[in-house]
């Protein structure tokens, strides 16, 4: 074995620990020995300093502007915001439509596909434009609501909670729950800057995370909470009017989701899977 | 993509689902470096060496994620800033002045060193980064470069650490003559 093979085999670990030794001994006692070895020494280095460059050079291509935290944190305030718009459209609309005479049944459905659908549904938002949230939007605590807030006025605009207002911490803390959500934004960043949002004005809404509810929502205080990951659009309630009164749809990701008004309990958005109301329901879109 | 599977992806040596995590985390880690008296280049670079840590640690098989993989990049980027910070500190003038002959001999070795890598063609600058600084085992350079077998992964090693050798050797003794 040469030199240069002693060496190269010291480096790639395949000496046993007493030729290892050996070897560190008479690297000692030999100068043009010792030489070699930490000329390979420095090249092993050189090797790596430069895959590690390499490396290095590629993120550095990568462009940051618009992915990551950042597109999340907007996906997530654009969410929040037609979030905002399309419940107050809801909420407004509340008042004028009757209560459902049974709303306890929770696969509503069922019945309400064989009933005339007949759309209430405004277009009441038709300037309704998809929000272009900034980033410094995107990370606030609180956003104002729509400046079309009149009847509420300030006091519901202070209740209005984007989604980044649980996911700041995250930042400092990245034990939170914010790498639960990460993995949408990262294949589609910014998809709700698309989302239809169809109704008008003024209630509150969150969208929250949370580590027990994925895929929930709640109907509190004249407010719809979202929980889970509802980065991506776009979205819709829809209004129909049955024979029982007045039955909520979301509409996200191509399905329908029933909502039911009657309590405050969380719930989990369960699609409907009756074809000919899904029918309906997409006429009315 | 389930956090799982990208972890499982960086550690098969997929550069690609590096950069995904790259951008994924970009903002929260550069923020920590930048809420802490450095700089967003010098948050940048943080964040950068630490992700070519994990990199490191993720392929070489030995990594074990106990938590998600944002706390633990999260960590190695507190570690680093936090060394910056003290080397920051401790680095007087005098230590600066000491330092720098040391500092310009080792650079223009390197130097050296960079140019002969770069004169390789592509199939031995990447079998060589792979080995020394991946840690990627002889079957995976293989499988990763087309290989028939570990064993023409281990000679083409060999070849390609011999001629860079020779490289060196030839060019630090133009340089020693100059000199």
């Given amino acids: 074995m040469t030199n240069y093979e002693k060496i190269e085999a010291f480096f790639d670990g395949e000496l046993t620990e007493a030729e290892r030794e050996s ?55 654009l969410a929040g915001l037609a979030g905002i718009l399309l419940v107050g459209g809801y909420i407004l609309l509340k008042p004028e439509v009757q209560e459902p005479a049974n709303n306890s049944n929770t696969n509503t459905e069922q019945p309400r596909a064989s009933e005339q659908v007949k759309d209430t549904y405004q277009e009441a938002t038709a300037d309704a434009q998809p929000v272009e949230a900034t980033e410094q939007e995107a990370e606030s605590k609180e956003v104002a609501a729509p400046t079309k807030a009149s009847s509420t006025g300030k006091e519901n605009q202070k209740k209005v909670s984007t989604p980044p207002a649980v996911a700041i911490p ?13 993995d949408e934004a990262l294949e589609a960043p910014s998809p709700v800057a698309s989302a239809a949002v169809r109704l008008k004005e003024n209630t509150t809404v969150e969208v929250k995370f949370s580590k027990r509810y994925k895929f929930h929502y709640q109907v509190k205080d ?30 996200y990701h191509n399905n329908f989701y029933c909502l039911e008004t009657d309590s405050e309990e969380i719930k989990p958005l369960v699609a409907v899977t009756n074809p000919e109301l899904i029918k309906q329901l997409e006429k009315r879109r | 993509m389930t956090e799982q599977e990208l972890f499982a992806r960086i550690c098969r040596g997929d550069e690609e689902a590096l950069d995904l995590i790259y951008r994924k985390y970009y903002r929260m880690m550069v923020r920590m470096v930048v809420t802490n008296s450095g700089t967003e280049q010098e948050a940048k670079d943080i964040y950068q060496e630490a992700i070519v840590v994990f990199w490191q640690k993720a392929i070489s098989g030995n990594l074990v994620l106990t938590s998600k993989m944002s706390t633990y990049i999260y960590s190695i980027c507190q570690n680093l800033w936090r060394k910056e910070l003290d080397r920051k500190s401790r680095h007087t003038s005098e230590q600066k002045e000491t330092g720098e002959l040391v500092t310009k001999d080792k650079e223009e070795r390197a130097r050296i060193i960079r140019n002969c890598i770069e004169q390789l063609d592509e199939t031995c600058r990447k079998v060589l980064g792979y080995y020394y600084f991946d840690g990627m085992s002889m079957q995976e350079i293989a499988t990763r470069l087309g290989f028939a077998n570990t064993d023409t992964a281990k000679t083409k090693k060999y070849k390609c650490k011999k001629k860079l050798s020779e490289l060196v050797k030839t060019l630090y003794s133009e340089h020693d003559f100059l000199d």
Avoid: H
Wanted: net charge negative; charged share 30%.
């Fill in chain 1, 222 to 251: 004249g407010g719809l909470i979202l929980y889970g990951k509802f980065d991506q659009g776009p979205f819709e309630v829809i209004e129909v009017k049955t024979s029982k009164g007045i039955a909520s749809y979301l509409y």
């Fill in chain 1, 23 to 77: 070897l560190l001994r008479e690297i000692e006692s030999d100068p043009a020995l010792k030489q070699e070895f930490e000329l390979q020494k420095d090249i092993i280095e050189g090797i790596k300093a430069y895959r590690k460059e390499q490396l290095i050079a590629r993120l550095d291509k990568l462009d940051v502007a618009t992915s990551g935290q950042v597109s999340l944190l907007k996906a997530l305030g």
């Fill in chain 1, 170 to 182: 995250e930042f400092a803390e990245p034990d939170n729950e914010e790498p639960q959500v990460a």
